[in-house]
């Protein structure tokens, strides 16, 4: 890599404790001024899928945690297991409503982070009921379904290229209860995604629509990207990492190559300034952009490397990394978010170019993973 990566721990662990202080007791998600909202604020917006139930609450917790790894500091520690508490309200019957597929991206980066960092009873039961949540979502017909419904919208037979990377928290669970239960669904659901997710030229859709009683495919949608049929970027991201982690649990070559197929249509697509767009097909102005895209490619293609025994994702990676260090991040205590112009959906103006919590904890995870001091939560 072009930077030295130690020394850019270093900013981010003095930002991160500064981030820490300013935020303490909230559940951060977006910053458009250099200062985190609140997901915790009921004053602001709680509804069912808002408020404690957003889908990446588990980021902040995960971004504890890795100050904790990185610094060895007990406050870290205390703000993560703080949020973890807060977040408990999501189990109660008041709140159940507003869970959906992300129990993965909730709870894999808070607790399952925190019980192997430091062996937390209460943080593994709380990755396990996440796990048993995730597993009630399963669809027999082959699939795990992605939200709830919308109005008259009942929406059982969608599905999401995100859910790949919700199902480590069941192969997870199925290793630590000792229950094939959990491998069996993330298996089923994996291949049913692997059929039908992937097109012609190695990229993923976003939504499959399947027929809920019987599994047969009936749809794609757009969702978050440009248009139907376009390649939204941190979809892509999804998939890489989604299946190589998925290789990394069963050790079976179809996932592996799925993610190889993924990335290689992805790495033909970068722009020679190696920053991501928020979809490789939409129009060349104006030139939205998604920094959470590329840091997850980045740490997806990290994971890749390392499952193929190929140098040259490493190398895409390191790129990635470079790029966002040089002209996307803002390593300055004084403000909250690192990696500048995130972008939610394509054509939603609320969330357009601004800071993530959670494309921080994914570009922290990528350096951390150079640097062998990952935890392999995914
Ligand atoms: N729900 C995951 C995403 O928006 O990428």
């Known amino acids: 890599m072009r930077n030295d990566i130690d020394n850019i721990l270093n900013k981010i662990c003095i930002k991160l404790e500064n981030t820490r202080a300013r935020c303490q007791g909230t559940i ?33 917790g995960g971004l504890m945690n890795q100050g904790a790894d990185l610094t060895g500091e007990d406050k870290f520690d205390a703000e993560c297991q703080n949020e973890e508490e807060m977040m408990d309200s999501c189990f109660s019957s008041k709140w159940f409503y507003g869970l959906h597929h992300d129990t993965g991206f909730m709870w894999l980066p808070m607790s399952l982070y925190r019980y192997m960092r430091t062996g937390s009873k209460e943080s593994k039961r709380r990755a396990l009921t996440a796990a048993a949540l995730l597993a009630a979502r399963f669809n027999p017909a082959g699939f795990i379904r992605a939200w709830n419904e919308e109005g008259e919208d009942v929406r059982a037979g969608w599905s999401i290229i995100d859910s790949m990377m919700n199902i480590s928290l069941l192969y997870w669970a199925g290793k630590e209860t000792k229950d094939p239960r959990f491998i069996q669904i993330a298996n089923i659901h994996a291949e049913t995604v692997r059929k039908n997710f992937i097109r012609q030229d190695g990229s993923v859709c976003h939504i499959v629509v399947f027929n809920p009683e019987t599994g047969m495919k009936e749809a794609e949608k757009g969702g978050q990207g440009y248009k139907e049929g376009s390649r939204w970027t941190r979809g892509q991201s999804w998939g890489i990492y989604g299946f190589a982690n998925a ?118 995870e990528a350096l951390m993973k150079l640097k062998g001091k990952y935890r392999a939560i995914w």
């Open 247 to 364: 290789y990394n649990h069963t050790g079976k070559k179809e996932f592996l190559e799925a993610s190889t197929r993924i990335a290689d249509s992805f790495i033909a697509s970068i722009p020679s300034s190696y920053l991501i767009p928020v979809d490789f097909d939409q129009p060349e102005k104006p030139a939205y952009e998604d920094s959470t895209a590329a840091a997850i490619a980045a740490s997806a293609l990290i994971t890749l490397s390392e499952a193929s025994n190929k140098e040259k994702y490493k190398d895409i990676a390191e790129r990635i990394l470079d790029s966002l260090i040089d002209d996307r991040a803002d390593f300055s205590p004084e403000t909250d978010g690192i990696l500048q112009k995130c972008t939610g959906s394509y054509h939603g103006e609320k969330d357009r170019e601004v800071n993530f919590a959670y494309a921080d904890f994914y570009f922290i």
């Open 28 to 60: 951060p998600y977006l910053s458009r001024n250099g200062h985190y909202d609140n997901k915790a604020d009921k004053s602001v917006q709680w509804s069912l899928d808002n408020g404690l139930s957003w889908w990446t609450n588990g980021f902040w």
